[in-house]
Nanobody, 118 residues
């Protein structure tokens, strides 16, 4: 089992910034993918940013504004969100999955709310 605890959400105005953190604990494998998804009211959950030991992926909507990073020693992933827009308003979920054969399970945090006012 893996537990994910997010922090850092809040209410900001457009153009401001926030930094999300997600700490993983439990049975952590060194080769894994961690990242962030978000879900706005009435919309499907979408990928925001993912990071592995070999690369990073961003959604087109956040490229150039958001930066994902990780501290492997702390099993923590961060999301620096700059120049926030009202359309970034959503519940942000941390995600973890080990990389390996078969179908490793996906783990999710409980979510942290990000609200951007115009």
């Amino acid at each position: 089992q893996v537990q994910l605890v997010e922090s850092g959400g809040g209410l900001v105005q457009a153009g401001e910034f926030l930094r999300l953190s997600c700490a993983a604990s439990g049975n952590i494998f060194s080769i894994n993918v961690m990242g962030w998804y978000r879900q706005a009211p009435g919309k499907q959950r979408e990928m925001v940013a993912l990071i592995t030991s070999v690369g990073i992926n961003y959604a087109d909507s956040v490229k150039g504004r958001f930066t994902i990073s990780r501290d492997n020693a702390k099993h923590t992933v961060y999301l620096q969100m700059n120049r926030l827009k009202p359309e970034d308003t959503a519940l942000y979920y941390c995600h973890y999955r080990r990389v390996g054969l078969g179908s490793p399970p996906n783990y999710w945090g409980q979510g942290t709310q990000v609200t951007v006012s115009s």
